[in-house]
C-alpha cells in the first residue's frame, strides 16, 4: 500500500502572501496525483489532478507541481475562503488503493 | 444534481458486524466507480474500499482488508460495505463518494456521510 506524507501539518501564512504544501509518496506514482481542499461542514473539493491539471472553476492561484514521488500545491496570494484542510491523493492504479495524505490545515496567521 | 445518501450507521458493539448503504442519484451509476471514504474524529480522509463500474475490480484499504466488503447494485443505483469484526479504530464518519471521469479514483462527489461508532 502506497503511504502519502503530507507536510508541514499546519502551516499559518498570513492573507496575500503564498503557501506551499508538499506531499510526498512512499512509491511512485508517476502524475496520478490529486489535491482536494476541504472546509469544516462541506464537501470536500477536487483543486487538482494529474499533479497539476486545475479542476473545473478552481481560480489560477491554484497550481501543483511534482511526478513521481514529491509533490507540491501553491496557492499564490492567499484569501479568506482558502483557509482550510488540504488533502492529496493517490490514484495509480486499483491494486495500490487511492490513498489519501494525512492533511495539512492552513490557518490564518 | 448527484446525491449520494449513506444510510446504516450507528453504535455498535467491538466485533459486531454492520452494513452501510448508499442510494445514488442524479448520474447514470453504472457507468462510475465508487468508493467509500471515512473520517475518523479529528483526523483526515482515509480511502476505505472502492468498486469499478462492473463490479470486476474491488480494493480494499489495508487496515480493513477480509473484515469489510463491497458491492453495488446497478439495477438498484446502491452502493454497500459490509463491515465485520468492527474495532474501536473503525469509528469514523463514512462517506459514499463517487469516481470521476477524469480517473476511477479521483472524487468528484460526496454524500453527507453515516457515522458509525464502535464502543
Known amino acids: 500500500e502506497i503511504v502519502m506524507t503530507q507536510s508541514p501539518a499546519t502551516l499559518s501564512v498570513s492573507p496575500g502572501e503564498r503557501a506551499t504544501l508538499s506531499c510526498r509518496a512512499s512509491?511512485?506514482?508517476?502524475?496520478?496525483l490529486a489535491w482536494y481542499q476541504h472546509i469544516p461542514g462541506q464537501a470536500p473539493r477536487l483543486l487538482i489532478y494529474?499533479?497539476?491539471t486545475r479542476a473545473t472553476s478552481i481560480p489560477a492561484r491554484f497550481s501543483g507541481s511534482g511526478s513521481g514521488t514529491e509533490f507540491t500545491l501553491t496557492i499564490a496570494s492567499l484569501q479568506s475562503e482558502d483557509f482550510a484542510v488540504y488533502y492529496c491523493?493517490?490514484?495509480?492504479?486499483?491494486?495500490?488503493?487511492?490513498?489519501f495524505g494525512q492533511g495539512t490545515q492552513l490557518e490564518i496567521k | 444534481e448527484v446525491q449520494l445518501v449513506e444510510s446504516g450507521g450507528g453504535l455498535v458493539q467491538p466485533g459486531r458486524s454492520l452494513r452501510l448503504s448508499c442510494a445514488a442519484s442524479?448520474?447514470?451509476?453504472?457507468?462510475?466507480?465508487m468508493h467509500w471514504v471515512r473520517q475518523a474524529p479529528g483526523k483526515g480522509l482515509e480511502w476505505v474500499s472502492g468498486?469499478?463500474?462492473?463490479?470486476?475490480?474491488?480494493t480494499y484499504a489495508g487496515s480493513v482488508k477480509g473484515r469489510f466488503t463491497i458491492s453495488r447494485d446497478n439495477s438498484k443505483n446502491s452502493l454497500d460495505l459490509q463491515m465485520n469484526s468492527l474495532r474501536p479504530d473503525d469509528t469514523a464518519l463514512y462517506f459514499c463518494?463517487?469516481?470521476?471521469?477524469?480517473?476511477?479514483?479521483?472524487?468528484?462527489?460526496w454524500g453527507q456521510g453515516t457515522l458509525v461508532t464502535v464502543s
Open positions: 494529474r499533479a497539476s
Open positions: 468498486i469499478s463500474w462492473n463490479s470486476g475490480t474491488i
Open positions: 442524479g448520474f447514470t451509476f453504472d457507468d462510475y466507480a
Open positions: 491523493q493517490q490514484y495509480d492504479k486499483w491494486s495500490r488503493g487511492y490513498t
Open positions: 463518494v463517487k469516481g470521476s471521469y477524469l480517473a476511477e479514483g479521483i472524487v468528484d462527489s
Open positions: 512509491q511512485s506514482v508517476g502524475n496520478n
